[in-house]
T-cell receptor, first 117, second 114 residues
């Protein structure tokens, strides 16, 4: 139980385009979803927290207009990287917590590798 | 602010041996959770073990156990009978009770040597 999926697993795009990453909780209702960014050989950096039906809360230094987060249902959250640039290239990971799981425990998706050319 | 420190960037262990990964944290909170997550080469983050701060008993999950020392703010992970599949990055993480945010350490890269 408590499986989280992400799609796509990797994406290559041209500079200036927008990229959407989906995060789904497959077997539980995720009242809260989280988006992280991980640079090579580094730890996870929390970007934002989203509660279903509410606006996301962004961490300091994360541009909310660049990283659009939508959590429209209890099983789906999306992260859109708008007007992507090479410095946005990274590994993006989502996690979820919620009903029928231990609320304090986050379950992670497999990650999405983004490369902006 | 909460901080999590993992002082061992890299460790190695012989297959079937035991290894302990260290983690210390700093908080003024009294109620919180501690976690160890594993990130293998696939980069999928996998929950290894969790500990509630109010519980004195150390958590165990099969070959994985923790040594939780609340007064010392220490939360080490012991892996017994190490297996090749244990090769991964291990992250220690902290969460205040009632909050959502997970604070991660910088990770320890563990290599199990056959």
């Amino acid at each position: 139980g408590a499986v989280v999926s992400q799609h796509p697993s990797w994406v290559i795009c041209k500079s200036g385009t927008s990229v959407k990453i989906e995060c789904r909780s497959l077997d539980f209702q995720a009242t809260t979803m989280f988006w992280y960014r991980q640079f090579p050989k580094q730890s996870l950096m929390l970007m934002a927290t989203s509660n279903e039906g509410s606006k996301a809360t962004y961490e300091q230094g994360v541009e909310k207009d660049k990283f659009l987060i939508n959590h429209a249902s209890l099983t789906l959250s999306t992260l859109t990287v708008t007007s992507a640039h090479p410095e946005d290239s990274s590994f993006y990971i989502c996690s979820a917590s919620g009903r029928a799981t231990r609320a304090e425990t986050q379950y992670f998706g497999p990650g999405t590798r983004l490369l902006v050319l | 602010a909460q901080t999590v420190t993992q002082s061992q960037p890299e460790m190695s262990v012989q297959e079937a041996e035991t290894v302990t990964l260290s983690c210390t944290y700093d908080t003024s909170e009294n109620n919180y959770y501690l976690f160890w997550y594993k990130q293998p080469p696939s980069r999928q983050m996998i929950l290894v073990i969790r500990q509630e701060a109010y519980k004195q008993q150390n958590a165990t999950e099969n070959r994985f156990s923790v040594n939780f020392q609340k007064a010392a703010k220490s939360f080490s992970l012991k892996i017994s009978d190490s297996q090749l599949g244990d090769t991964a990055m291990y992250f220690c993480a902290f969460m205040t009770t009632g909050a959502n945010n997970l604070f991660f350490g910088t990770g320890t890269r563990l290599t199990v040597i056959p």
